[in-house]
């Protein structure tokens, strides 16, 4: 596998990870976040640039994005255990449900056109951009989480969506514990929960899926995940987040909102421009 690999194919490959490495980290450390929704859209123009056929180009980001998403999610949960805001009902409730969506989504992704996957971004994203630039959190379904059921039901949502856009599942479930009342804390905290339960079930279930297509992924993916990807974004983006991070502290709060959510929804557009043009 790595015999055959072109030198200048290798190096054209690191070069562009490590530029999106350098982007990505920037946007997550000024927008406060290291999901799918700055790293699929900083992969889709990367692996545009290398020349990836559109027929997979969608799967290798979502599939790549989750595996990077994996240690800053273990990070992060890490850090809110250790402060006790999480709600451990709650995760109980999510975690089959969460891991059935994922493997359904995984399902979904083997077999679905790369314009299906990009419209599932574009809503998603588009969705979490408008209620950024809305910019408020004291929306309510109810007072009190619903019945089991629902909970169930809501985590099996979860786990698709994101495995279909790659992202942790971070904002979609903040925003659901949000429209039923619990605190924005309590929310974040057990959000990191779930951000752990879903990439890894997600990232072997993309690998698996994109095995038949490895002779147009680029060299040294596994399935519909880029190692190469991975190693070069992974690191550098947690090196350069920081310098983002600073530009944020040097913009309120609701300049931050507004810019996250015109940003989100220049991302959805820019999606949306790549499926009608087909």
């Known amino acids: 596998m790595f015999s055959n690999v072109p030198v200048q194919e290798l190096v054209l490959l690191v070069a562009a990870m490590l530029a999106g490495g350098v982007l990505t980290g920037l946007l997550a450390g000024l927008f406060g976040i290291g999901g799918g929704g700055v790293i699929v859209p900083v992969l889709y123009e990367v692996f545009g640039f290398l020349g990836v056929d559109d027929?997979?180009?969608?799967?290798?980001?979502?599939?790549?994005?989750?595996?990077?998403?994996i240690p800053t999610a273990m990070a992060s949960h890490r850090t809110h255990i250790a402060k006790?805001?999480?709600?451990?009902?709650?995760l109980a409730k999510w975690r089959i449900p969460a891991i059935i969506g994922i493997i359904t989504g995984s399902a979904i992704a083997a077999v679905a056109a790369g314009w299906v996957l990009q419209a599932v971004f574009v809503a998603v994203v588009s969705l979490l951009g408008l209620k950024s630039l809305i910019g408020r959190n004291d929306i309510r379904i109810a007072d009190h989480l619903p019945s089991s059921a629902m909970m169930r039901f809501y985590g099996f949502f979860i786990g698709l969506a994101s495995s279909l856009v790659g992202i942790s599942g971070g904002?979609?479930?903040?925003?659901?514990?949000?429209?039923?009342?619990?605190?924005?804390?309590?929310?974040?905290?057990?959000?990191?929960?779930?951000?752990?339960?879903i990439p890894i079930p997600g990232v072997i279930?993309?690998?698996?899926?994109?095995?038949?297509?490895?002779?147009e992924l680029p060299p040294l993916s596994i399935g519909y995940v880029s190692v190469i990807g991975f190693l070069c974004i992974a690191p550098v983006a947690t090196l350069v987040a920081p310098y983002g991070a600073r530009l944020a502290h040097r913009l309120s709060r609701r300049h931050l909102e507004i810019g996250f959510g015109l940003f989100l929804l220049l991302i959805g557009a820019r999606f949306l421009v790549a499926i009608i043009r087909g």
């Open 55 to 69: 027929s997979v180009r969608m799967q290798l980001c979502v599939g790549t994005s989750l595996a990077i998403i």
């Open 84 to 90: 006790g805001a999480s709600l451990p009902g709650v």
């Open 171 to 197: 904002g979609i479930s903040t925003n659901i514990l949000l429209l039923y009342g619990v605190p924005i804390h309590a929310a974040v905290a057990t959000s990191a929960g779930i951000g752990v339960i």
């Open 205 to 215: 279930g993309y690998a698996i899926a994109g095995w038949p297509h490895l002779s």
